[in-house]
């Protein structure tokens, strides 16, 4: 157990619906981090928030949002979801804004029909 | 552009043998490895990691080592154990305008064979 949570574990949805995939990071980890696995695909890095800010920018479409709370969670939103964007979401969490190792969550399986 | 590649989806390897996985990358501003190790339905665990500053770096049956003129990192697992048949991820990291974040390979799926 990497002490990173993620809610919920699966969901279904159709296109065109939004969604919020939530994350709470390890006790104490200030940085979280998504990642998105689509099928056949490696982990592709969306974007990085660091005690409230926005510290980093991947491959992150304009429909995807996230931001993190003051109590450390963060969470994704997607909208306008296509069938495209079935994948698997990753949080992970590290301690520094710069930290040798990122610890991760179980993901949220999201399915688009 | 995948910048992290591991070539091999897979590999079976018989268990008290040695299993070594490879990982190439494009990008010289990568200063830091890791592998991930990733049994369904579970998100990747680390394993191992190694510093640009090394050429190798062990711990108990995992070795990592580091060819930086090559672009090549593998991982080496001696002996190989059952328990070790997981999906196995290379990363890198940079501090370029990306920030800090993990660029992944592919993964390759390792079966460990009784």
């Known amino acids: 157990d990497s002490g990173v949570t993620q809610t919920p574990k699966h969901l279904i949805t159709a296109t065109g619906q939004r969604v919020t995939l939530r994350c709470s990071p390890r006790?104490?980890?200030?940085?979280v981090y998504w990642y998105q696995q689509s099928l056949d695909q490696g982990l592709q890095f969306l974007i990085q928030?660091?005690?409230?800010?926005?510290?980093a920018k991947g491959n992150i479409l304009e429909r995807f949002s996230a931001q993190q709370f003051p109590d450390l969670h963060s969470e994704l939103n997607l909208s306008s979801l296509e069938l495209g964007d079935s994948a698997l979401y990753f949080c992970?969490?590290?301690?520094?804004?710069?930290?040798?190792?990122?610890?991760f969550g179980p993901g949220t399986r999201l399915t688009v029909l | 552009d995948q910048q992290v590649k591991q070539n091999s989806p897979s590999l079976s390897v018989q268990e008290g043998r040695i299993s070594i996985l490879n990982c190439d990358y494009t990008?010289?501003?990568?200063?830091?490895f890791l592998w991930y190790k990733k049994y369904p339905a579970e998100g990747p665990t680390f394993l191992i990691s190694?510093?640009?500053?090394?050429d190798k770096n062990e711990d108990g049956r995992f070795t990592v080592f580091l060819n930086k003129s090559a672009k090549h990192l593998s991982l080496h697992i001696v002996p190989s154990q059952p328990g070790d048949s997981a999906v196995y991820f290379c990363?890198?990291?940079?501090?370029?305008?990306?920030?800090?974040?993990?660029?992944f390979g592919k993964g390759t799926s390792l079966l460990v064979t009784p």
């Open positions: 928030y660091y005690n409230g800010e926005e510290r």
């Open positions: 990363a890198a990291r940079s501090n370029s305008n990306s920030g800090y974040a993990l660029n």
């Open positions: 006790s104490g980890d200030l940085s």
């Open positions: 990008n010289s501003m990568f200063d830091y």
């Open positions: 992970a969490s590290s301690a520094l804004v710069v930290s040798d190792t990122q610890y």
């Open positions: 190694i510093s640009s500053i090394k």
